[in-house]
């Protein structure tokens, strides 16, 4: 099991940094403005050995090598750093791909100045989340007035993307002084990446409803499709729902009562908060992701079956879409789930009180809510949330993606903790899809006949 967002990816300039952001080595070491590189300390004091020793040799050529690198020193003392007036143009070659798309990133970086860089290196300051296959960085001497340019690749992942300014280093001919900055690129900054709401298999939901007709079976008689009673015959009734059997056997008009279907309303929260960044290895899509690709696929079958769906994130942040119903609701709940910041590919830094979210979120929920709670039970307090909001009376499911493996006993005792997990909290009565490998709409699909009885 691996924490971090992206699982270890590769930075633009080729190692990975922690949690899978992309890190500036440049950044790193060096400080910003003028700074001297220490690439010749010691050098004018080295260069005086072979002069003292032609001297009490008798021996000029040594004292000429000594000459030599005692000149080059003092050259090097007095060299300053380049003056450093470029210009920098970036281009994304598609600022809205779909996930998974590659986007070729351009740029172009133009000396404006008068004198040459003789030794310029620049590195892009590459979204975080964002995979790259190619290094984000250049080093290249340039004139006055000529365009260096370069490219790379990132792989499109949902979410907005800004990308941080470009760091420039340029040292002088000597390599004894260097001059440090980050430069804002012009063009393109960011790049949005939403993916699409597509309705899996039917969503089973729990009995809490709403006044409205809907899809969701209750324990009321009246119109509806599945059988529930029958009662005496009122004036009025309609002449389909009369049991024309019992009629005919005893001369008594009696109604059919059906189970009347109505509307839910349901709330899709997601668990984003830092514990929930979870993946099996580098290279899967952690925790997080797949909540939000269960919520991607969840909130548009429900809103076709005419439910009220609203979603929030359990994580730091006001990350609330209040429940609603059309297509305006459903291109909102899109834009929310694809670039709002606690949803973000990498976890936030921003402090979090999970106490005070449940507070604040249950004064928000409505009375009559559902909660569709996405979270790979990282920790007792995600079932602790759980099994409180259930207690409040807001029917929970949960849908748990499983970032456990059992390839270290660390792994596999952190896979036992949340089987137990699993398991109280379906002692509790609570609905728990532990969503394996399969996809979502399999594991909907497996689990809905037992749910159903």
């Not at 790259?132 to 690749?153: E, I, K, M, V």
């Not at 696929?297 to 009220?308: M, N």
């Not at 399999?442 to 749910?451: I, N, P, Q, Y």
Request: negative net charge.
């Amino acid at each position: 099991m691996t924490g971090g967002a992206a699982g270890g990816r590769e930075q633009a300039d080729g190692s990975t940094g922690a949690n899978g952001r992309n890190v500036d080595p440049l950044g790193q070491i060096r400080p910003k403005g003028v700074v001297p590189t220490g690439r010749w300390t010691g050098m004018a004091a080295l260069a005086l050995v072979p002069v003292g020793l032609g001297v009490l040799l008798r021996h000029p050529p040594l004292v000429l090598v000594g000459a030599l690198g005692v000149a080059f020193a003092a050259y090097a003392r007095g060299d300053a750093a380049p003056d450093l007036d470029v210009t920098i143009e970036r281009e994304l070659s598609d600022p809205t791909p779909d996930p998974g798309d590659e986007v070729t990133v351009t740029l172009r970086i133009r000396n404006e100045g008068d004198g040459v860089l003789p030794d310029l290196r620049a590195v892009d300051g590459v979204p975080a989340a964002l995979a790259t296959d190619d290094p984000a960085r250049l080093g290249t001497a340039l004139r006055p007035g000529r365009t260096a340019t370069f490219s790379y690749r990132v792989t499109a992942i949902r979410g907005a993307h800004e990308w941080d300014p470009v760091h420039v280093l340029a040292r002088n001919p000597s390599g004894s002084r260097e001059r440090d900055a980050r430069i804002d690129a012009e063009g393109a900054t960011t790049l949005r990446c939403a993916p699409e709401l597509e309705a899996t298999a039917s969503l089973p939901l729990r009995g809490l409803t709403t006044v409205y007709s809907g899809r969701v079976p209750t324990d009321v008689g009246g119109a509806g499709i599945e059988f529930h009673s029958t009662r005496e015959y009122r004036h009025g009734d309609p002449a389909k729902r009369v049991n024309w059997a019992r009629y005919a056997r005893t001369g008594e008009l009696s109604t059919l009562e059906f189970r009347e279907e109505r509307a839910a309303t349901v709330v899709v929260c997601i668990d984003a908060r830092e514990e929930a960044y979870l993946a099996p290895n580098p290279e899967s899509p952690n925790a997080v992701e797949r909540s939000v690709e269960a919520a991607a696929q969840a909130v548009p079958a429900l809103l076709d079956s005419g439910d009220r769906v609203g979603v929030a994130a359990f994580a730091p942040g006001d990350c609330r879409l209040d429940p609603g119903v059309g297509d305006d609701h459903a291109a909102r709940a899109r834009e929310l789930l694809a670039t709002h910041p606690s949803l973000a590919p990498t976890p936030s830094d921003e402090r979090f009180l999970p106490t005070t979210w449940v507070r604040r979120f249950r004064r928000w929920l409505p009375a009559d809510a559902q909660v569709l709670f996405c979270t790979p039970l990282p920790d007792d307090y995600a079932a602790t949330v759980a099994r409180r909001l259930d207690a409040y009376g807001h029917a929970v499911t949960v849908i748990s993606p499983d970032p456990t493996t059992d390839d270290t006993p660390g792994h596999r005792l952190a896979g036992v903790e949340r089987a137990n997990r699993v398991s109280r909290l379906r002692s509790a009565g609570i609905r728990v899809l532990d969503w394996g490998e399969a996809s979502l709409a399999t594991e909907l699909e497996r689990v809905g006949a037992r749910w159903s009885r």
